[in-house]
């Protein structure tokens, strides 16, 4: 949700390699990501957004983007976190992360009960996640992401597990909604509601006004960079006001 390969492959701006090979190491990607937008628009594409980033908002801030293609919780503590110094400065740190747990534990077909200690084992690793960053930056300000649902509600996401039937979307509705609560009691914390914003640009809406790419629903394209960053703007707006 954060990064810039899918986005920058909607918009051709990549190496021949990278579009080949779908590694973003493997040569060029133009920063069209949602948290490179966010740091920095693009004037040429966006020009309505000109100064609605944090370049414009907060002159001399650093930006380090350490998503990664694919991402569970896991990785984020094991190796994301690792290249994190603690700092009591002023920080923003949008936190896009459990889609791909949940979308793992859908592919292993698990029975209903076991799906759900799965999700409530999520929940939790979850919630210790955002302690750790709470406590790591305690002057800092979370942005936590509700993960959206190229679904739309139906549970069939074309070319995702076609085999395997109506996708358990409730259990990511259930994970959204402990988002929502934890971000709403959480001091230090902003809700950056995702899934609402996407909803209806999935695979119900004609293709062009879909927010997903076009080769892979689960991945935003350019347009579903920008809507994605527009949610953190906004989140940080509502917060000063």
Known sequence: MSIDLYPALDAGEIDVAVALERVATAGRVAPLGAASL??????????????NDLVSLHPGIVFENLASDGATIGEVFGEQLAQLEDSEEPTIVTLTIGGNDLLSAFGNRPKRELLERIAADVREAYDFLVDTLRSRFPNGTLILNTVYDPSDGTGKIPGVYDDRGTLPIGVLDTFNDHVRALAAGTPGTLLGDVAAHFQGHGVTAAEADRWYWRRSLIEPNLIGASEIRRVWLQALEESER
Not at 38 to 51: I, V
């Open 38 to 51: 966010l740091y920095q628009n693009d004037e040429s594409r966006f020009p309505d957004d000109l100064g």
